[in-house]
């Protein structure tokens, strides 16, 4: 069964304090793994697709890698307007539309 | 342009009300989908429409049922449900089953 586990949980920042978002994966045969942005009420906002191991991408003060186990969400000199819950989900190779999630992270960036 | 559109944006409905929730892209996306969100928990899979059809129904009970009348448009009829199914439902879409889903704003339904 495919399983995503991300952490922290929450992540209190300061304005301008980098740190790094973690979510680690079991599936059997990786198609796809995907950071999505959740802001309170609303449907989750896509922010990168990340197919195999070594890619990296970016975007503003975000940057999403991947390993074969685990992927990083990168925030650099986060703002205030960063803070949201970080969802991270993949898509295994043998479940074609079925994407699973993990429990995402709350990030509160104070300024 | 990456926008789904749902609505209505709320919903209040009695138990033994009859209302449907809209969900439109048109951005020529084949795979369209139905989640349930509850509070603090990540979005959970209802159904996945490919090419109009059918192809995922995650053992949603009969009280929801989706339907998809064309390429661009998906629907989700609600009936007789239950205060627990109150939740955030989102609508997403991608070019096929396993490629990026793009998330609508959601409806946020309150049964009473």
């Known amino acids: 069964e495919d399983q995503v586990t991300q952490s922290p949980e929450a992540l209190r920042l300061q304005e301008g304090e980098s740190s790094s978002l973690n979510c680690s994966y079991t599936?059997?045969?990786?198609?796809?793994l995907f950071w999505y942005r959740q802001d309170p009420g609303k449907g989750p906002e896509f922010l990168f697709t990340?197919?195999?191991a070594g890619e990296e991408k970016e975007k503003e003060r975000l940057k999403a890698t991947l390993t074969k186990k685990e992927s990083f969400l990168h925030i650099t000199a986060p703002k205030p307007e960063d803070s949201a819950t970080y969802l991270c989900?993949?898509?295994?190779?043998?479940?074609?539309?079925?994407?699973?999630f993990g429990d995402g992270t709350t990030l509160t960036v104070k300024p | 342009d990456t926008e789904v559109t749902q609505t209505p944006k709320h919903l209040v409905m009695g138990m033994t009300n009859k209302k449907s929730l809209k969900c439109e892209q048109h951005?020529?996306?084949?795979?369209m989908y139905w989640y349930k969100q509850k509070a603090k928990k990540p979005p959970e899979l209802m159904f996945v429409?490919?090419?109009?059809?059918?192809?995922i129904n995650e053992s949603v009970p009969s009280r929801f049922s989706p339907e998809c009348p064309n390429s661009s448009l998906l629907n989700l009829h609600l009936h007789a449900l239950q205060p627990e199914d109150s939740a955030l439902y989102l609508c997403?879409?991608?070019?096929?089953?396993?490629?990026?889903?793009?998330f609508g704003p959601g409806t946020r339904l309150l049964v009473l």
């Open positions: 997403a879409s991608s070019r096929g089953r396993q490629e990026t889903q793009y």
């Open positions: 599936v059997s045969g990786l198609r796809g």
């Open positions: 990340l197919y195999s």
């Open positions: 989900a993949v898509q295994a190779g043998t479940n074609a539309g079925k994407s699973t």
């Open positions: 951005m020529g996306h084949r795979a």
């Open positions: 429409y490919s090419y109009e059809k059918l192809s």
